[in-house]
Protein backbone atom coordinates (compact mmCIF):
# COMPACT_ATOMS: atom_id res chain seq x y z
CA UNK A 1 0.00 0.00 0.00
CA UNK A 2 1.09 3.51 -0.86
CA UNK A 3 1.29 6.57 1.60
CA UNK A 4 0.11 9.97 -1.01
CA UNK A 5 2.19 12.94 0.01
CA UNK A 6 -0.27 16.03 -0.96
CA UNK A 7 0.87 19.30 -1.17
CA UNK A 8 -2.06 21.38 -1.48
CA UNK A 9 -2.80 24.77 -3.08
CA UNK A 10 -6.81 26.11 -2.62
CA UNK A 11 -5.63 29.64 -4.25
CA UNK A 12 -4.00 27.52 -7.29
CA UNK A 13 -1.26 29.91 -6.82
CA UNK A 14 1.07 27.37 -8.73
CA UNK A 15 -0.95 26.94 -11.27
CA UNK A 16 -1.52 30.86 -12.51
CA UNK A 17 2.64 31.15 -11.78
CA UNK A 18 3.40 28.26 -13.99
CA UNK A 19 0.66 27.89 -16.19
CA UNK A 20 0.53 24.13 -15.55
CA UNK A 21 -2.27 22.11 -15.08
CA UNK A 22 -3.05 19.43 -11.74
CA UNK A 23 -2.12 16.72 -10.34
CA UNK A 24 1.21 16.56 -10.73
CA UNK A 25 2.10 13.43 -9.82
CA UNK A 26 5.93 11.75 -9.28
CA UNK A 27 9.37 12.63 -7.82
CA UNK A 28 11.16 14.37 -11.15
CA UNK A 29 7.46 15.93 -11.91
CA UNK A 30 7.57 18.11 -8.41
CA UNK A 31 10.81 18.75 -8.51
CA UNK A 32 10.84 20.44 -11.98
CA UNK A 33 7.59 22.10 -10.99
CA UNK A 34 10.04 23.73 -8.01
CA UNK A 35 11.81 25.51 -10.55
CA UNK A 36 9.21 26.22 -12.53
CA UNK A 37 7.54 28.10 -9.22
CA UNK A 38 10.64 29.46 -7.92
CA UNK A 39 12.11 30.94 -11.03
CA UNK A 40 8.21 32.94 -11.74
CA UNK A 41 8.11 34.16 -8.39
CA UNK A 42 11.45 33.31 -5.61
CA UNK A 43 9.54 34.71 -2.56
CA UNK A 44 6.07 32.52 -2.57
CA UNK A 45 6.08 30.35 0.64
CA UNK A 46 4.81 27.38 -2.16
CA UNK A 47 8.21 26.82 -3.17
CA UNK A 48 9.05 25.76 0.79
CA UNK A 49 5.61 23.38 0.71
CA UNK A 50 6.77 21.85 -2.47
CA UNK A 51 10.40 21.12 -1.19
CA UNK A 52 8.90 20.10 2.52
CA UNK A 53 6.41 17.45 0.24
CA UNK A 54 9.21 16.28 -1.51
CA UNK A 55 11.68 15.97 1.59
CA UNK A 56 8.59 14.19 3.50
CA UNK A 57 8.65 11.43 0.05
CA UNK A 58 12.01 10.78 0.43
CA UNK A 59 12.40 10.12 4.63
CA UNK A 60 9.12 7.41 3.86
CA UNK A 61 11.41 5.99 1.15
CA UNK A 62 14.13 6.16 3.13
CA UNK A 63 12.36 4.10 5.75
CA UNK A 64 11.59 1.23 3.36
CA UNK A 65 7.90 2.72 2.98
CA UNK A 66 6.01 3.16 -0.37
CA UNK A 67 5.69 6.84 -0.37
CA UNK A 68 4.50 8.63 -3.89
CA UNK A 69 4.38 12.80 -3.87
CA UNK A 70 1.67 14.42 -5.74
CA UNK A 71 0.36 18.46 -5.74
CA UNK A 72 -3.13 19.46 -6.38
CA UNK A 73 -4.68 22.80 -6.46
CA UNK A 74 -8.18 24.43 -7.53
CA UNK A 75 -8.76 25.53 -10.70
CA UNK A 76 -11.75 27.28 -10.16
CA UNK A 77 -12.41 31.53 -8.85
CA UNK A 78 -14.92 30.71 -6.73
CA UNK A 79 -14.30 28.87 -3.05
CA UNK A 80 -16.64 26.12 -3.88
CA UNK A 81 -15.27 25.60 -7.72
CA UNK A 82 -11.65 25.37 -5.71
CA UNK A 83 -12.74 22.61 -3.38
CA UNK A 84 -14.15 20.58 -6.20
CA UNK A 85 -12.03 21.03 -8.51
CA UNK A 86 -9.41 19.32 -5.40
CA UNK A 87 -12.18 16.81 -4.91
CA UNK A 88 -12.06 15.72 -8.15
CA UNK A 89 -7.97 15.53 -8.60
CA UNK A 90 -7.88 13.63 -5.83
CA UNK A 91 -10.58 10.57 -6.95
CA UNK A 92 -8.31 10.35 -9.64
CA UNK A 93 -5.68 9.97 -7.69
CA UNK A 94 -7.13 7.44 -5.63
CA UNK A 95 -8.39 5.37 -8.73
CA UNK A 96 -4.91 5.83 -9.98
CA UNK A 97 -2.75 4.84 -7.57
CA UNK A 98 -2.94 1.60 -4.60
CA UNK A 99 -2.89 4.90 -1.80
CA UNK A 100 -3.67 3.93 1.71
CA UNK A 101 -3.19 7.08 3.56
CA UNK A 102 -1.86 10.45 3.27
CA UNK A 103 0.32 13.10 4.56
CA UNK A 104 -1.24 16.62 3.58
CA UNK A 105 1.35 19.66 3.22
CA UNK A 106 -0.08 23.04 4.01
CA UNK A 107 1.62 26.35 3.92
CA UNK A 108 -1.60 28.65 5.20
CA UNK A 109 -4.73 28.67 6.77
CA UNK A 110 -6.18 28.45 3.70
CA UNK A 111 -4.81 25.17 2.72
CA UNK A 112 -5.68 23.73 5.80
CA UNK A 113 -9.94 24.07 4.91
CA UNK A 114 -9.13 21.23 2.14
CA UNK A 115 -7.87 18.87 5.26
CA UNK A 116 -11.50 17.40 5.52
CA UNK A 117 -11.54 17.05 1.92
CA UNK A 118 -8.64 14.90 1.70
CA UNK A 119 -10.28 13.24 5.19
CA UNK A 120 -13.34 12.38 3.47
CA UNK A 121 -11.49 9.78 0.88
CA UNK A 122 -8.16 9.14 2.44
CA UNK A 123 -6.88 8.43 5.85
CA UNK A 124 -4.68 11.27 7.04
CA UNK A 125 -1.74 10.05 8.78
CA UNK A 126 -0.17 13.52 9.31
CA UNK A 127 -0.36 17.39 8.33
CA UNK A 128 2.60 18.76 7.84
CA UNK A 129 2.28 23.01 8.25
CA UNK A 130 5.13 24.87 6.34
CA UNK A 131 6.19 27.92 8.36
CA UNK A 132 9.15 30.16 6.56
CA UNK A 133 11.69 31.03 8.84
CA UNK A 134 12.58 35.08 8.43
CA UNK A 135 16.13 35.90 8.43
CA UNK A 136 16.88 38.35 11.89
CA UNK A 137 20.10 39.42 10.89
CA UNK A 138 20.73 43.11 10.32
CA UNK A 139 21.22 42.85 6.62
CA UNK A 140 17.58 41.76 6.30
CA UNK A 141 15.94 44.66 8.66
CA UNK A 142 17.79 47.25 6.94
CA UNK A 143 16.27 45.71 3.49
CA UNK A 144 12.86 45.71 4.92
CA UNK A 145 12.94 49.09 6.56
CA UNK A 146 13.94 50.57 3.23
CA UNK A 147 11.68 49.04 1.37
CA UNK A 148 8.70 50.83 4.14
CA UNK A 149 10.31 53.91 3.95
CA UNK A 150 10.41 53.67 -0.06
CA UNK A 151 6.72 53.53 -0.19
CA UNK A 152 5.43 57.34 0.11
CA UNK A 153 1.74 56.23 0.98
CA UNK A 154 3.35 54.23 4.36
CA UNK A 155 5.21 57.25 5.27
CA UNK A 156 2.57 59.50 4.83
CA UNK A 157 0.25 57.72 6.69
CA UNK A 158 2.53 56.11 9.79
CA UNK A 159 5.67 57.98 9.81
CA UNK A 160 4.09 61.51 9.97
CA UNK A 161 1.85 60.59 12.65
CA UNK A 162 3.91 59.16 14.74
CA UNK A 163 6.41 61.30 14.20
CA UNK A 164 3.87 64.74 15.59
CA UNK A 165 2.97 62.54 18.08
CA UNK A 166 6.42 62.09 19.58
CA UNK A 167 7.59 65.83 18.95
CA UNK A 168 3.70 67.13 21.15
CA UNK A 169 4.41 64.39 24.31
CA UNK A 170 7.05 66.47 25.44
CA UNK A 171 5.33 69.49 25.41
CA UNK A 172 2.54 68.06 26.78
CA UNK A 173 4.03 66.69 29.31
CA UNK A 174 5.62 70.52 30.46
CA UNK A 175 2.26 72.14 30.52
CA UNK A 176 -0.02 69.32 31.79
CA UNK A 177 -0.03 66.08 33.75
CA UNK A 178 1.18 62.70 32.46
CA UNK A 179 -2.28 61.54 32.58
CA UNK A 180 -3.28 64.31 30.19
CA UNK A 181 -0.53 64.30 28.02
CA UNK A 182 -1.18 60.89 27.27
CA UNK A 183 -4.85 61.45 26.31
CA UNK A 184 -4.26 64.34 24.00
CA UNK A 185 -1.55 61.85 22.48
CA UNK A 186 -3.93 59.55 21.71
CA UNK A 187 -6.67 61.89 20.78
CA UNK A 188 -4.11 63.13 18.28
CA UNK A 189 -3.56 59.42 17.17
CA UNK A 190 -7.31 58.40 16.53
CA UNK A 191 -8.08 61.67 15.02
CA UNK A 192 -5.44 61.33 12.41
CA UNK A 193 -6.64 57.23 11.64
CA UNK A 194 -9.78 58.22 11.67
CA UNK A 195 -9.09 61.26 8.77
CA UNK A 196 -7.14 58.22 7.27
CA UNK A 197 -10.00 55.38 7.39
CA UNK A 198 -12.88 57.18 6.65
CA UNK A 199 -11.00 58.31 3.45
CA UNK A 200 -11.94 62.40 4.43
CA UNK A 201 -8.85 63.66 2.76
CA UNK A 202 -10.05 62.34 -0.49
CA UNK A 203 -13.58 64.15 0.42
CA UNK A 204 -11.53 67.33 0.71
CA UNK A 205 -9.10 66.69 -2.14
CA UNK A 206 -12.21 66.63 -4.48
CA UNK A 207 -14.18 69.48 -2.49
CA UNK A 208 -12.50 72.50 -4.64
CA UNK A 209 -13.47 70.74 -7.48
CA UNK A 210 -16.87 70.14 -7.09
CA UNK A 211 -17.91 73.48 -5.57
CA UNK A 212 -16.24 75.00 -9.04
CA UNK A 213 -18.44 72.47 -11.08
CA UNK A 214 -21.40 73.44 -9.21
CA UNK A 215 -20.45 77.48 -9.25
CA UNK A 216 -19.90 76.93 -13.14
CA UNK A 217 -22.95 74.88 -13.21
CA UNK A 218 -25.55 77.50 -11.44
CA UNK A 219 -26.90 75.45 -9.23
CA UNK A 220 -29.18 76.97 -6.81
CA UNK A 221 -27.93 74.68 -3.71
CA UNK A 222 -24.58 76.10 -4.03
CA UNK A 223 -26.39 79.25 -2.34
CA UNK A 224 -28.50 77.50 0.07
CA UNK A 225 -25.79 75.42 1.40
CA UNK A 226 -24.14 79.44 2.23
CA UNK A 227 -27.38 80.23 3.39
CA UNK A 228 -27.50 76.90 5.41
CA UNK A 229 -24.42 76.85 6.79
CA UNK A 230 -25.02 81.18 8.31
CA UNK A 231 -28.78 79.61 9.92
CA UNK A 232 -26.90 77.09 11.53
CA UNK A 233 -23.97 79.07 13.24
CA UNK A 234 -26.79 81.30 14.51
CA UNK A 235 -28.26 78.02 15.70
CA UNK A 236 -25.37 77.01 17.48
CA UNK A 237 -24.72 80.51 18.51
CA UNK A 238 -27.92 81.03 19.74
CA UNK A 239 -28.17 77.44 22.11
CA UNK A 240 -24.57 78.63 23.34
CA UNK A 241 -26.05 81.80 24.51
CA UNK A 242 -28.89 80.00 26.42
CA UNK A 243 -27.07 78.13 28.24
CA UNK A 244 -24.26 80.62 28.86
CA UNK A 245 -25.75 82.77 32.00
CA UNK A 246 -27.76 79.25 33.67
CA UNK A 247 -26.67 78.85 37.13
CA UNK A 248 -26.34 75.23 37.53
CA UNK A 249 -24.21 72.68 39.79
CA UNK A 250 -20.60 72.01 38.03
CA UNK A 251 -21.52 68.85 37.36
CA UNK A 252 -24.86 69.21 35.26
CA UNK A 253 -25.32 68.72 31.94
CA UNK A 254 -28.48 67.26 31.04
CA UNK A 255 -30.77 70.92 31.86
CA UNK A 256 -27.79 73.23 29.50
CA UNK A 257 -28.52 70.10 27.31
CA UNK A 258 -31.70 70.95 27.02
CA UNK A 259 -31.69 74.09 26.50
CA UNK A 260 -28.79 74.27 24.02
CA UNK A 261 -31.43 72.19 22.27
CA UNK A 262 -34.61 73.82 22.63
CA UNK A 263 -33.16 77.08 21.84
CA UNK A 264 -30.90 75.91 18.96
CA UNK A 265 -33.04 73.67 16.90
CA UNK A 266 -35.57 75.76 15.16
CA UNK A 267 -32.84 77.19 13.47
CA UNK A 268 -30.75 73.78 12.58
CA UNK A 269 -34.21 72.84 10.80
CA UNK A 270 -34.50 75.92 8.70
CA UNK A 271 -31.11 75.15 7.82
CA UNK A 272 -32.00 71.57 6.87
CA UNK A 273 -34.85 72.96 5.01
CA UNK A 274 -32.91 75.65 3.01
CA UNK A 275 -30.08 73.10 1.83
CA UNK A 276 -33.17 70.48 1.19
CA UNK A 277 -35.38 73.51 -1.00
CA UNK A 278 -32.18 74.26 -2.86
CA UNK A 279 -31.62 70.44 -3.74
CA UNK A 280 -35.17 70.36 -4.63
CA UNK A 281 -34.72 73.28 -6.71
CA UNK A 282 -31.31 71.75 -8.42
CA UNK A 283 -33.45 68.72 -9.14
CA UNK A 284 -36.44 70.04 -11.03
CA UNK A 285 -34.62 72.17 -13.38
CA UNK A 286 -32.03 69.27 -14.20
CA UNK A 287 -34.50 66.69 -14.86
CA UNK A 288 -37.66 68.70 -14.81
CA UNK A 289 -39.04 66.04 -12.17
CA UNK A 290 -38.41 65.39 -8.94
CA UNK A 291 -38.11 61.86 -6.83
CA UNK A 292 -40.19 60.72 -4.33
CA UNK A 293 -37.24 61.54 -1.99
CA UNK A 294 -36.60 64.60 -2.65
CA UNK A 295 -40.52 65.50 -2.17
CA UNK A 296 -40.05 64.41 1.65
CA UNK A 297 -37.29 65.43 2.60
CA UNK A 298 -38.31 68.78 3.74
CA UNK A 299 -41.58 67.62 5.57
CA UNK A 300 -39.10 64.91 7.34
CA UNK A 301 -37.38 67.75 8.12
CA UNK A 302 -39.99 70.56 9.43
CA UNK A 303 -41.39 67.15 11.62
CA UNK A 304 -38.24 66.14 12.92
CA UNK A 305 -37.46 69.76 14.25
CA UNK A 306 -40.83 69.97 15.92
CA UNK A 307 -41.04 66.43 17.68
CA UNK A 308 -37.43 67.23 18.82
CA UNK A 309 -38.67 70.35 20.03
CA UNK A 310 -41.44 68.89 21.89
CA UNK A 311 -39.64 66.99 23.81
CA UNK A 312 -37.07 69.20 24.69
CA UNK A 313 -39.64 71.58 25.84
CA UNK A 314 -41.75 69.17 27.83
CA UNK A 315 -38.45 68.16 29.98
CA UNK A 316 -37.46 71.67 30.35
CA UNK A 317 -41.06 72.66 31.83
CA UNK A 318 -41.00 70.00 33.78
CA UNK A 319 -38.01 71.40 35.19
CA UNK A 320 -39.26 74.57 35.51
CA UNK A 321 -36.90 76.23 33.62
CA UNK A 322 -39.79 77.20 30.57
CA UNK A 323 -42.74 78.57 31.11
CA UNK A 324 -46.34 76.84 30.02
CA UNK A 325 -47.20 77.13 26.28
CA UNK A 326 -49.97 79.71 25.82
CA UNK A 327 -52.32 79.59 23.10
CA UNK A 328 -53.97 82.74 21.57
CA UNK A 329 -53.22 84.51 24.91
CA UNK A 330 -55.85 82.75 27.28
CA UNK A 331 -55.22 78.72 26.62
CA UNK A 332 -52.10 77.44 28.84
CA UNK A 333 -51.26 74.17 28.08
CA UNK A 334 -49.83 71.44 30.58
CA UNK A 335 -46.40 69.55 29.86
CA UNK A 336 -48.10 66.68 28.34
CA UNK A 337 -50.53 68.74 26.41
CA UNK A 338 -47.09 70.76 24.88
CA UNK A 339 -45.49 67.56 24.20
CA UNK A 340 -48.31 66.03 22.58
CA UNK A 341 -49.44 69.02 20.11
CA UNK A 342 -45.97 68.73 19.11
CA UNK A 343 -45.57 64.94 18.40
CA UNK A 344 -49.48 65.19 16.21
CA UNK A 345 -48.31 68.95 14.43
CA UNK A 346 -45.17 66.25 13.24
CA UNK A 347 -46.88 63.22 12.34
CA UNK A 348 -49.12 65.56 10.35
CA UNK A 349 -46.53 67.21 8.89
CA UNK A 350 -44.94 63.58 7.45
CA UNK A 351 -48.19 62.37 6.32
CA UNK A 352 -48.86 65.79 4.19
CA UNK A 353 -45.45 65.46 2.50
CA UNK A 354 -45.99 61.75 1.78
CA UNK A 355 -49.37 62.70 0.19
CA UNK A 356 -47.88 65.47 -1.63
CA UNK A 357 -44.82 62.94 -2.95
CA UNK A 358 -47.31 60.21 -4.09
CA UNK A 359 -49.83 62.72 -5.48
CA UNK A 360 -46.94 64.78 -7.46
CA UNK A 361 -45.04 62.09 -9.39
CA UNK A 362 -42.49 62.61 -12.00
CA UNK A 363 -45.39 61.87 -15.20
CA UNK A 364 -47.61 64.85 -13.27
CA UNK A 365 -44.34 67.24 -13.19
CA UNK A 366 -43.93 66.12 -16.58
CA UNK A 367 -47.04 66.95 -18.17
CA UNK A 368 -46.95 70.24 -16.29
CA UNK A 369 -43.48 71.28 -18.55
CA UNK A 370 -44.91 70.06 -21.74
CA UNK A 371 -48.42 72.46 -20.96
CA UNK A 372 -45.90 75.13 -20.48
CA UNK A 373 -43.91 74.44 -23.86
CA UNK A 374 -47.04 74.39 -25.95
CA UNK A 375 -48.39 77.34 -24.36
Known amino acids: MTTLVL ?42 CLLEALRVTRELRDDRESAEVAVISGSSES ?10 QLDDL ?34 DRVVVRQAHDIES ?3 LLKQFLADEELRSTVLVPVGVGLL ?21 LGAVFLYKGLAIDEVLSNAPEQARDALYSGQVSVVTYAVAAGLAIVGLFLGALSIRTLDVAGDEVLVPSLL ?32 TSYMNLPFGVIAIGLVVRGFAGFLLERQAELAHLVLLGRFE ?14 IV ?23 RNEG
Open 7 to 48: CVDRANDIGRKTGLSTPVVGWEAVRSLVTDVGLADPEDSSVN
Open 79 to 88: TVGADRAVAQ
Open 94 to 127: VERYDVESAVVVIDSAEDERLVPVVESRLRVDAV
Open 141 to 143: TYY
Open 168 to 188: LVPLLLVQFTPAVAMAGLAAL
Open 260 to 291: FVYHSVPWLALAALTASAGRLLDELIGSESIS
Open 333 to 346: LTPIQRLTMFIFAG
Open 349 to 371: ISLVGVRISATVSDETLEEVVNG
